[in-house]
């Protein structure tokens, strides 16, 4: 019995002294819409500090791929293809090959062998949490590779593409961003944390600035574009730690 104790006794110390993750210890800079530094934020581990983890992150990409498929295609095959109903010629004499219909998939506007079928479900599941995990691990290297910044908050003077251009412009004045502005595809992801019309309708002619609410932030949004911001950091974080839950 001594020894079951001591035993015991030596596995949780062993787990005690594990390291426990941490939801917080990182620090990020904070700048306003003119690209100036105002402060700092503390980021959580949880979501900025995680290792890079490329099978999760491939899985949760390729079935967000395989859901968006329409699965409208469709072909017809050697049944549903209209005609056909009358053998070609005769069995034996002819010294042809012998042929019984013409809508077979070897004729010329016969059916479709193997082709693709409406029918085909092409959707896949993703856990919430493998979801968000993987999201988590996507903005962690993009905070480790220095192209995902925070913005205090985002404003267009009017909904319009001049009001938004100078947004940009002004956002691409952050230390580490500059090229931003020179890029013509796929140069940011701007996530807000709430509802911005002006911003919406503003940017809506660009075609290398996707805008969209930090609550429909997802992998390949993040890994299609070179540069994240995230404006009002503190409400953005916490509606990504809500993923968790």
Known sequence: MEKDKAKINKKTSK???????????????????????????????????????????????????????????????????????????QQK????ARHGSTRSPIWKGGGVTHGPRSDKDYSKKINKKMRAKALYAVLSAKFKSGNLFFVDSLSVSEAKTKAAKSAFLDLAKIPGAEKMATRK????????????????????????????????????DVLNNRYVIISSPEESIAALLARMK
């Open 15 to 89: 787990a005690e002294s594990r390291p426990q993750p941490s939801s917080v210890g990182m620090e990020a800079k904070i700048y306003n819409q003119k690209g100036k530094e105002t402060g700092t934020i503390t980021l959580p581990e949880s979501i900025f500090g995680l290792s890079r983890s490329d099978k999760l992150i491939h899985q949760v990409a390729v079935s967000m791929q395989s859901n968006m498929r329409a699965g409208t295609a469709h072909t017809k095959n050697r049944g549903e293809v209209s005609g056909g109903g009358k053998k070609p010629w």
């Open 185 to 220: 595809k796929n140069a940011l992801y701007l996530a807000l944390s709430g509802k911005n019309e002006d911003a919406v309708r503003g940017f809506s002619n660009f075609s290398n600035v996707v805008l969209d609410d930090v609550r429909n932030m997802n992998v390949l």
């Open 93 to 96: 004499g002819t010294g042809r």
